[in-house]
């Protein structure tokens, strides 16, 4: 195994009671390895700031000796996957006193350590289509997606038919999709397979907006996207945008380019004449 690259400092620590207490550190660093073949050489001892470093505190002037005395001492790590690691064990001594207590032992990692991924929120790691039969998802209170309906006109109210049947049955939502909601979501239809980018829709006789079977969503949207109500496109219940298109346009029509040649070739009669 190879011991921890940490930079070793000891020459910048006065020759202290805390700089001489290596072999209490070392202790309890075995102490906590639980094998003293787990704990390499002495790397160092770093003196640790009491005060910040411009001296005062809550606007005050402050010292920091007051506090009494802190070090690290630093010690390679021979724990089997955990190279370029070092055990970090801070001591400390009360003012006037001789008495060293050892605060606090950590595994740290150095410059040349294998460090996990950054851990990353859920609601971050997850992809469209993840969701299956049984999950659930819950949405965060902070998504800016959506915003509380009592705060943002309810998109969908311009619609004057949906309005009437809410007020009817004394419906309400409690968040509604904020403009920023909206806009990523046509963003992201608009890139789809259902955009004006895709294949289908750069070969169609003409876009949506003008096909009978469109059907326009409500409210701002409605001059953006909307749903497919044909069966035999390939968009059949989905969104689409107004500018998408296919070839089962309600309008599509086959246009001949050029007449047909009637070509006439002789024929024998028989209803006049028999043949011998």
């Known amino acids: 195994m190879t011991e921890s690259s940490a930079p070793s400092r000891s020459d910048a620590v006065p020759a202290d009671v805390l700089a001489a207490a290596v072999e209490q550190a070392r202790a309890a660093a075995v102490e906590t390895a639980g094998d003293a073949a787990l704990v390499g050489d002495h790397l160092g001892a770093t003196p640790e700031p009491m005060a910040p470093e411009d001296g005062e505190w809550g606007g005050r002037d402050f010292d920091g000796t007051a506090l009494g005395e802190v070090l690290t001492h630093t010690f390679a790590s021979r724990l089997p996957g955990y190279v370029g690691w070092h055990w970090a064990v801070t001591v400390a001594r009360v003012p006037g006193e001789e008495t060293v207590t050892v605060d606090e032992v950590v595994l740290l990692p150095g410059d040349s350590a294998l460090l996990a991924p950054a851990w990353v929120p859920w609601h971050e790691r997850l992809l469209p289509g993840d969701l299956s039969v049984g999950d659930v998802l819950p949405s965060t209170e902070d998504d800016a997606r959506l915003a509380p309906a009592y705060l943002v006109e309810d998109d969908s109210a311009e619609d004057p038919e949906g309005r009437v049947v809410a007020e009817e ?80 346009h309600s309008q599509a029509t086959l246009v001949v380019e050029e007449a047909t040649e009637v070509v006439r070739t002789a024929r024998y009669d028989t209803g006049g004449f028999d043949v011998l």
């Open 169 to 248: 049955l004394g419906l309400g939502r409690e968040r509604v999709m904020s403009a920023e909601g909206r806009s990523e979501a046509v963003g992201r239809w608009s890139a789809g397979e259902f955009g004006p980018g895709s294949p289908m829709a750069r070969q169609a006789p003409g876009p949506c907006a003008t096909c009978g079977f469109y059907l326009p969503l409500a409210g701002s949207l409605r001059q953006m996207v909307g749903a497919c109500g044909n069966a035999y496109a390939p968009a059949d219940g989905r969104v689409v945008t107004a500018d998408y298109g296919c070839g089962a």
